[in-house]
């Protein structure tokens, strides 16, 4: 009765997360201050090393780890696994920041994509058929009979 996600609304999207971007737009926000980010930025480098060698990468792109990312999901045995429509695309503005509404525009945000654009971008649905994939087998998996 899980769910896997790489992420949640109140989160930077994966590849902003994935480049640190997330880090200087918190400095900007003055949500952390430089020692706070260069502690942060240490430690996502050493999640990331960790991840790229988990997945099977040499030196990711916030790209190809998504890929890996959903991958992972897929085949997990959470009950459910959820990718936010704008990771799909490699969005890097989150859309919510908890917390500071007078700083940013949080839930105001159009999509980078319309809906339109998006059911016929191809790294979009790649993705999601890779996932659909990868669930269906999942769910395959859980219909046999243990020997």
Not at 30 to 35: A, N, R, T, V, Y
């Amino acid at each position: 009765a899980s769910m896997a996600s790489p992420n949640t609304h109140d989160m930077w999207p994966f590849a902003a997360w994935w480049d640190a971007d997330d880090v200087d737009d918190r400095v900007e926000l003055e949500i952390l201050d430089e020692g706070q980010a260069d502690d942060e930025r240490k430690g996502r480098a050493a999640v990331r090393e960790k991840l790229a060698e988990t997945w099977g990468l040499d030196d990711p792109d916030a790209a190809s780890a998504m890929d890996a990312c959903i991958k992972t999901l897929g085949a997990s045995d959470a009950a459910t696994a959820v990718v936010s429509i704008e990771d799909l695309w490699g969005e890097r503005d989150p859309q919510n920041v908890p917390g500071i509404a007078e700083e940013y525009p949080s839930w105001r945000k159009r999509l980078a994509l319309s809906t339109e654009a998006f059911r016929h971008d191809t790294e979009v649905l790649r993705r999601l058929q890779e996932l659909n994939d990868l669930r269906e087998r999942k769910g395959a998996d859980h219909d046999r009979p243990d020997t």
